[in-house]
């Protein structure tokens, strides 16, 4: 079946640090991947996507660049802010279902 | 655009209780789902929907369930509330199968 790793947290940075989370993924056939980002007391939002190998998907900063042949989707930020506190979920979505299988989630912490 | 918008947003039951968490979407998407979110767990699966009429069941399924008479309502129903029952359950609905998901707000789930 489909599952989602993605690094444990919480991931503590100071403002203006340089991100990184790691995710890999196994899937049958050729998955969606997603970021999301749930910021507190809120619900999921959609941060990027990427729909097949070698595409970069990219919102407010962040990147992340799906490969196929380490079968990862990192999210990578150049510097962060402390708005940027939040949880972030990798998911992906295999076109035959119309769901989608999350990884637990990495705290990212962001002091001034 | 309301999006997708989930009632009530907090709920707190006594075991054995029953009740409905009521999802609706103004998107016109066919594909719906329930998952909840528990700490460390990230989020799981419980029932989706790919159209009116058409439920099955997801990861978590037991002690729950949904309905799908419309395309814009999604109701889950708790049959007999447990502790094991308590968490933050998401709706989300998309409108096609490999495309990003809209999440609704969340219902905080207290069973007592």
């Known amino acids: 079946g489909n599952s989602v790793t993605q690094m444990e947290g919480p991931v503590t940075l100071s403002e203006e640090a340089f991100l990184t989370i790691n995710c890999t993924y196994t899937a049958t056939g050729y998955p969606s991947l997603f970021w999301y980002v749930q910021y507190p007391g809120e619900g999921l939002q959609l941060l990027l996507k990427a729909t097949k190998a070698d595409d970069k998907g990219s919102n407010k900063g962040f990147e992340a660049t799906y490969r196929k042949e380490t079968t990862s989707f990192h999210l990578e930020k150049g510097s962060v802010q402390v708005s940027d506190s939040a949880v972030y979920f990798c998911a992906l979505s295999d076109g035959g279902y119309s769901t989608l299988t999350f990884g637990k989630g990495t705290m990212l912490l962001v002091s001034p | 655009n309301a999006g997708v918008t989930q009632t009530p947003k907090f709920q707190v039951l006594k075991t054995g209780q029953s009740m409905t968490l009521q999802c609706a979407q103004d998107m016109n998407h066919e594909y719906m789902s329930w998952y909840r979110q528990d700490p460390g767990m990230g989020l799981r699966l419980i029932h989706y929907?790919?159209?009116?009429?058409?439920?099955d069941q997801g990861e978590v399924p037991n002690g729950y369930n949904v309905s799908r008479s419309t395309t814009e309502d999604f109701p889950l129903r708790l049959l007999s509330a447990a502790p094991s029952q308590t968490s933050v359950y998401f709706c989300?609905?998309?409108?096609?199968?490999?495309?990003?998901?809209?999440f609704g707000q969340g219902t905080r789930l207290t069973v007592v």
């Open positions: 989300a609905s998309k409108g096609a199968a490999n495309t990003e998901a809209f």
């Open positions: 929907s790919v159209g009116a009429g058409i439920t």
